[in-house]
């Protein structure tokens, strides 16, 4: 039993907060937000002869942070074939580079970018290869997320909401 102490209306009202501040403290949730990486995939059957295979403008600031290379057929066999992810922009540039004989390469890059950058895979033997692949994880900052404020009891409610409106149910034949 907790006793209230205090003579007066207002010295039991202080009491009364110091204890519901001690409960507040003692309470302590936590919430995690998770921002899913966007996916950016492309694919080419031939390559240009300046062998950029492929080009995006980077829209937010944020990190290209893994990839996924798929080539369908290297044209010698013996030849290594070397890429260069590289990020064009304003304020510089940096770069990549990735060397392969495999057909699938899955690897890391986090290569940060800004809002305006140019992120370029090319090759400089563009006939080496046909049929490529690409895709990479483009992790936007969270500036330029969208956000939005949740009690830690509401943020329940609508992930269990949500989980009931996405659980599929089929209708039964002939009901």
């Known amino acids: 039993m907790i006793k209230i102490r205090g003579n007066s209306t207002e010295e039991k009202i202080n009491a009364i907060e110091k ?3 001690r409960f507040q403290r003692k ?18 059957k031939t390559i240009d002869s300046d062998g950029e295979i492929f080009s995006f403008l980077i829209p937010a600031k944020g990190v ?33 580079t990735i060397e392969t004989r495999k057909n699938l390469t899955i690897g890391n890059l986090n290569l ?4 305006g950058d140019l992120l370029v895979l090319s090759t400089p033997t563009p006939n080496a290869i ?15 997320c969208g956000q939005e404020k ?12 949500e989980g009931e409106d996405s659980t599929l149910h089929p209708e039964e034949p002939g009901a």
């Not at 798929?70 to 922009?89: C, D, H, L, Q």
């Not at 940060?112 to 809002?115: F, G, L, Q, S």
Request: charged fraction near 20%; hydrophobic fraction near 45%.
């Open 19 to 21: 204890i519901l501040n």
């Open 27 to 44: 309470l302590h949730n936590t919430v995690i937000g998770v921002m899913p990486p966007v996916p950016i995939m492309f694919s080419a």
């Open 64 to 96: 290209i942070t893994s990839m996924c290379l798929y080539i369908k057929e290297f044209n010698n066999e013996k030849e290594t074939v070397r890429f260069k992810a590289s990020i064009e922009g304003p304020a510089g540039g940096t770069y990549a």
């Open 112 to 115: 940060d970018v800004t809002a």
């Open 130 to 144: 046909s049929g490529v692949w690409l895709a990479f994880l483009y992790q936007m900052g969270i500036k330029d």
């Open 150 to 161: 949740f009690l830690a009891d509401e943020l329940e409610r609508l992930l269990i909401r």
